[in-house]
């Protein structure tokens, strides 16, 4: 079974600064690994993936992640915070097998203040 | 490609009542996801098509929950004699069966049922 925790459910930045949200995951097979980006009353949009080939991942919007197995780990980053940043963001997971759900953690709210 | 796309996007209920919401797909994804996502919390998972064939269903999913895909195309999922703890957005997703994108989920933008 798999399992994802989100350390944090509201973390505020200023604009320009670093973005960190935190992920953990716990899975009794290798995961796929995934970051969604949830606007209000919006669907999710794929921010990026890892599904087993280079551990550090980049995506849209200057946003990147790195899966680090040791740590069970998978936090997203951003050098530099942006007000359009401010969202709601998703880390879940899943398994290299046809049609498997995703699992959500309970999502982290970032909020930029300029 | 026009994306997945869900209808109503609001749909506002009492208690008892039943009620449909229809989930398009991306025209070429065969894999098509119903979840469930409440006020505060990530989206929960409900069910599983692949083409038309329904291959999985979440405990989640209650007796009052039914979804179809006829013809491996558009879904509907419908609720019977809604209550008040249905209320939430109901998200749809599909994804290919291979290509880059393969395991890749694409989420319609909801469809947000209030029940009164």
């Known amino acids: 079974a798999q399992s994802v925790t989100q350390l944090g459910s509201h973390v505020s930045v200023s604009e320009g600064a670093l973005v960190l949200l935190r992920c953990n995951y716990s899975s009794s097979v290798p995961p796929y690994l995934f970051w969604y980006v949830q606007y209000p009353n919006q669907g999710l949009q794929l921010l990026l993936k890892?599904?087993?080939?280079?551990?550090l991942v980049k995506g849209i919007n200057g946003f990147e992640a790195e899966f680090k197995k040791s740590e069970t780990s998978f936090h997203l980053t951003k050098p530099s915070a942006h007000m359009s940043d401010a969202a709601e963001y998703f880390c879940?997971?899943?398994?290299?097998?046809?049609?498997?759900?995703?699992?959500f953690g309970k999502g982290t709210t970032l909020s930029v203040s300029s | 490609d026009t994306g997945v796309s869900q209808d109503p996007r609001h749909k506002i209920t009492k208690r008892g009542q039943n009620v449909t919401f229809r989930c398009d797909p991306i025209?070429?994804?065969?894999?098509l996801y119903w979840y469930r996502q409440t006020l505060g919390q990530g989206p929960e998972f409900l069910t599983y098509f692949q083409n038309e064939a329904q291959l999985e269903k979440s405990r989640l999913l209650s007796d009052r929950f039914s979804a179809e895909r006829p013809k491996g195309s558009f879904s509907t999922l419908e609720i019977q004699r809604t209550e008040q703890g249905d209320s939430a957005m109901y998200l749809c997703?599909?994804?290919?069966?291979?290509?880059?994108?393969?395991?890749?989920?694409?989420f319609g933008p909801g469809t947000r049922l209030t029940v009164l």
């Open positions: 879940a997971v899943n398994i290299n097998q046809a049609g498997t759900a995703l699992i």
């Open positions: 890892y599904t087993s080939a280079a551990t």
């Open positions: 997703a599909s994804s290919p069966s291979g290509g880059r994108a393969y395991n890749e989920q694409f």
């Open positions: 025209s070429e994804h065969n894999r």
